[in-house]
């Protein structure tokens, strides 16, 4: 019997960068529409988003199935169950949009948003998204930096935050029927948080435009933050002095505070913020200080208390 | 139809216990079910935990009804079903608290003494569970017998305290939308209120001859 040596790996057997990232392109857009084909009833009004960039920003951690990111959601516009989202969100009507940038800018502007998704270049960020709940996902992004944008915009010497105003349309949006939340959802960050390079506005996921549960046509992606913090459907955005009211900071001022770091150390009132559990796994991983963005963001808050300024 | 449901012999009450036995079974068949069928969401552990939870309430609330449908309809026999109804509360209950400790926590007991202190959701939850115990442990015949018939009674009292308990667990763990814990703490607040006027109507329960006085 010969028993064989296992040999060294040879350049050959190296499967080449760009091949395996084929593979994965190929892999995920099979997935994207084995999804859309097997869910029905489901709005997938998708289209297909084109000449991606890769980024340094993102993630080669597995990421998460395509189904769970478009069933699995928090959006209380659409019901406050986790599969409301993907049922209710067919009302959505993301033709016509605009979105309103305004306030302590020079020059203001009212976005039409096939022109606004023309303007800017749309990169692929696959990022780790932590929700306050304790679970967080992998999502493969497509979107542009908030930065690009806000330079167009040229910000005032009085502009120190930016909030955004998700959509309110009861019509549309039949949870906001319901006074779950003071509506229109609103949301904000620090200037320099908002012109951060991992900020982004996302226009789309899995090489797809945004399913409306996901928060079609465009939402903020801020991936050192609680998800929450990520506003979605967004119809404007304003430059302000003072720190915008956020839709949960109103909600639960002691709860959900208005930095919303992932920060293993400062615990939710009501349960811990430690651990997480990664949907699509069992046991539960330990979360990351800044869910793991620690490298590109601790310096924004430099000296600030981080229990304090939770 | 009415009239013969008003007094049921025994073999009657023993295929009315049977069925609610296979009925309250339904909920863990529909989780195995969806457990097999990947019909459990993204997130399993988070809809088993909220699935055995539910039904352990809506168990403790079903016990409760008993004792007020059968004064209104005078249906004696729904008494042979209380106690089975209960035990199957405590039932969901175990599992409730397993799937806790095991699924979720992975037997991280720092974490589970940890999360029992100091998050009062989980402190009220697992008081709740505890105060369970010596009801199911006292559940049988002999065991009423033991402690006799007003010691039983008082000490499963305690049932009233465990369903607030539980009421307020469910509460105080959602985030916001306060909607199914608000249900659930109306129909206890209905089932304890009927009590109550009981009481204050009839102050000194008439001991029927050859029946217990029965106030609970």
């Known amino acids: ?310 | 139809m009415w009239n013969a449901l008003h007094s049921l012999s025994l073999r009657q009450t023993g295929i009315a216990k049977a069925a609610l036995f296979v009925a309250a079974l339904v909920p863990l068949a529909r989780l195995v079910w969806l457990g097999i069928n990947d019909g459990l969401g993204a997130n399993p552990i988070e809809f088993i935990t909220y699935a055995t939870g539910t039904w352990t309430l809506i168990g403790l609330l079903v016990t409760l009804a008993i004792t007020p449908l059968r004064k209104f309809s005078g249906w004696n026999w729904l008494i042979r079903l209380r106690r089975m109804l209960g035990l199957f509360a405590f039932f969901y209950a175990c599992l409730h608290f397993t799937t806790y400790i095991w699924l979720d926590q992975f037997f991280d007991m720092q974490a589970v003494v940890k999360d029992v202190i100091k998050r009062p959701f989980i402190t009220v939850g697992f008081l709740a569970f505890v105060l369970l115990i010596p009801l199911a442990a006292t559940s049988t015949t002999a065991m009423m017998k033991r402690l006799g018939g007003r010691n039983w009674q008082r000490l499963h009292r305690l049932v009233y305290t465990i369903a607030v308990l539980g009421v307020v667990h469910y509460w105080w763990l959602v985030k916001k939308d306060i909607t199914q814990p608000l249900i659930y703490a109306l129909v206890l607040a209905a089932l304890l209120g009927i009590r109550l006027i009981f009481k204050a109507r009839v102050g000194i329960p008439v001991v029927m001859p050859g029946h217990k006085a029965e106030l609970e």
Request: aromatic letters at 12%; charged letters at 25%.
């Open chain 1, 1 to 310: 019997m010969l028993i064989k040596k296992p040999g060294e790996l040879q350049t050959a057997d190296v499967t080449p960068q760009e091949i395996y990232l084929q593979r994965r392109d190929f892999m995920r857009a099979g997935s994207a529409l084995a999804a859309g084909l097997l869910l029905p009833g489901m709005a997938q009004a998708t289209t297909r988003l084109t000449g991606m960039v890769k980024s340094r920003y993102s993630t080669s951690e597995e990421e998460t199935p395509y189904k769970d990111v478009t069933t699995y959601n928090n959006y209380y516009e659409f019901g406050t169950d986790k599969s409301d989202p993907a049922e209710n969100a067919h009302t959505l009507r993301t033709r016509p949009w605009t979105v309103s940038v305004e306030g302590a800018v020079k020059r203001p502007r009212v976005w039409d948003i096939d022109a606004l998704l023309k303007a800017f270049p749309v990169e692929e960020r696959i990022y780790r998204l932590r929700c306050v709940e304790g679970w967080s996902m992998v999502i493969p992004w497509e979107g542009f930096p908030l930065a690009s944008l806000i330079r167009q915009v040229e910000p005032t010497g009085n502009a120190r935050y930016v909030e955004f105003t998700t959509l309110h349309d009861p019509a549309q949006m039949p949870g906001q029927r319901s006074g779950v939340l003071d509506w229109p959802y609103t949301e904000g960050l620090r200037l320099d948080e908002a012109m951060h390079p991992l900020t982004i506005l996302a226009v789309g996921l899995y090489g797809q435009t945004l399913p409306s549960q996901n928060g079609a046509p465009i939402r903020v992606v801020v991936p050192w933050k609680y998800g929450f913090k990520s506003a979605k459907s967004i119809v404007r955005i304003r430059f302000v002095e003072q720190q915008p009211k956020t839709a949960w900071g109103r909600a639960a001022p002691s709860e959900y505070g208005f930095y919303s770091n992932v920060n293993p150390q400062v615990d939710h009132p009501r349960w811990s913020q430690a651990r997480e559990r990664r949907i699509g796994e069992f046991f539960k991983r330990k979360t990351e200080m800044f869910n793991g963005y620690g490298d590109q963001v601790a310096q924004l808050y430099q000296g600030m208390d981080l229990r304090k300024n939770f």
